[in-house]
């Protein structure tokens, strides 16, 4: 644990005049025993175990309220989940519905799930293929850019909207590349930090009218106005939320049986601390004490689900000192995450949903060792697992080789032989290298506009 300056210019490190910025040389060891440390933390364990310390703090009002005025005086546009999305209806934290699409679906894909976990999106949209849905994978599309706002301080709100509303509308309009109508596909969120940061955006949109003047001059150039409108979502849904409400749909495809499995969730901070009031909570997962994305798809499919005592705790992740002080971020995921999980709750894999926390606490083990710090655990999405446990191969579809956490003994435990998997990746590799390629979606259908479209 650290201490900063005092504020008078003077860091604490006696350099005359340093500026105080949150990060750098400028902080100093506290020197505080383990005993004092804990103490110190102890209030996460004790104080924040329930759902009720959200809900009894100052109730804030449903921001869908403005949105139905602003819509009625001509305002906006609201962009809805209809019938034809097959919308199941989920309770939030103080009990409002939520609809979240099953069916119909625009991905709204992950900047850093196709960098660093690819086998992420693509058990999505294998799950998907499974049950027959329609959805649309398409490159016309751009990341929310709220990594650098969140990492950097350089991205502004104005900024953040406009991707937002731009992202939303190409969702809006992307069907009538096949002759089909507007808001024939629904956008559903692939990353908690995209989800978080757009329902921030969405509620400061409106609530201000001269943010929404000016993004209207900026989408207006663009041409993503509707009617001269701005096309504000009426949900904004994350995948893990899709996963929740099909989940029995999941069981029933299931092939492998996971009940010896002993599994531990790290909830992300992006998708139920930041605006809290949009996070799914179900009476039938943790007694509605706790968010229930994640959780709920691990029991359906029969695994242990385990608790532990930093299950609030963030990641490590937390953008900002991931980029300037990454040995807290490695410290504290292995410190306050892995070693709890591996020592406590004696877990075979830690579930998560999102892209940041992924991996985080799957890259920094093994920069752990290092340090003595020798705890190894399996990490992955929730989506990765199900797709495992539903039959999807742990190399092709999953893509587990990309992972620096060690999965062969999670992969034995559950009856899935590593060598002979690899072996039949590296055969389907040679395919690949002879042309011969296989795709979860036709690729055709990617481009809706632009130079290589074809109708």
Not at 25 to 40: G, I, K, T, V, Y
Not at 68 to 97: A, C, F, N, S
Request: charged fraction near 25%; charge should be negative; glycine fraction near 8%.
């Amino acid at each position: 644990m650290a201490t900063s300056s005092n504020g008078s210019g003077d860091s604490g490190n006696n350099v005359p005049g340093e500026r105080f910025t949150g990060h750098g040389n400028e902080w100093r060891d506290s020197n505080l025993s383990p005993e004092q440390a804990q103490l110190a933390t102890a209030w996460v364990e004790t104080k924040v175990d329930k759902r009720a310390m959200l809900t009894n703090k100052e109730r804030v009002d449903d921001v869908r309220d403005i949105m139905w005025e602003l819509e009625k005086d001509g305002e906006i546009v609201v962009q809805r989940v209809t019938d034809e999305h097959e919308p199941v209806m989920v309770k939030t934290l103080y009990g409002w519905d939520k609809k979240v699409p099953t069916n119909r679906l625009w991905h709204h894909k992950s900047c850093g799930q196709c960098g660093n976990i690819p086998g992420y999106p693509s058990s999505v949209l294998w799950l998907m293929n499974q049950m027959n849905l329609s959805y649309l994978d398409e490159t016309d599309q751009t990341s929310c850019t709220a990594w650098n706002y969140h990492g950097s301080g350089i991205g502004n709100v104005e900024s953040l909207a406009a991707v937002f509303l731009r992202n939303f509308h190409q969702a809006y309009v992307s069907a009538k590349a096949r002759g089909l109508p507007e808001n024939y596909f629904y956008p559903l969120v692939h990353c908690g930090t995209s989800f978080g940061n757009y329902k921030e955006i969405r509620g400061y949109l409106l609530h201000s009218a001269e943010l929404r003047e000016r993004v209207k001059k900026i989408l207006g150039k663009l041409g993503r106005l509707i009617d001269g409108k701005l096309l504000i979502p009426e949900e904004i849904v994350h995948y893990s939320e899709w996963l929740h409400v099909v989940r029995d749909r999941i069981k029933d495809m299931q092939q492998i049986d996971v009940s010896g499995v002993r599994a531990t969730i790290h909830p992300a901070c992006h998708v139920y601390k930041m605006v809290p009031e949009d996070a799914v909570y179900d009476d039938d997962v943790l007694g509605g004490n706790r968010v229930a994305v994640s959780t709920s798809v691990m029991d359906a499919l029969g695994a242990q689900v385990i608790d532990y005592r930093t299950w609030y705790d963030c990641c490590g992740f937390g953008f900002r000192h991931i980029i300037s002080e990454r040995e807290f971020t490695r410290s504290f995921s292995m410190d306050r995450k892995i070693k709890v999980a591996v020592e406590e709750a004696q877990a075979d894999v830690m579930i998560g949903h999102d892209t940041g926390c992924i991996t985080t606490l799957d890259k920094n083990q093994w920069i752990g060792k290092a340090a003595g710090k020798n705890y190894e655990l399996a990490v992955m999405a929730d989506c990765q697992f199900a797709a495992i446990a539903c039959g999807a191969h742990p190399f092709k579809i999953a893509q587990l080789h990309w992972h620096a956490s060690p999965v062969q003994d999670l992969m034995g435990k559950i009856g899935i032989d590593w060598d002979k998997a690899k072996a039949e990746f590296e055969s389907y590799l040679k395919d690949v290298e002879a042309g011969k390629v296989e795709t979860l979606y036709d690729p055709k259908l990617m481009i809706t506009s632009g130079p290589g479209f074809q109708q």
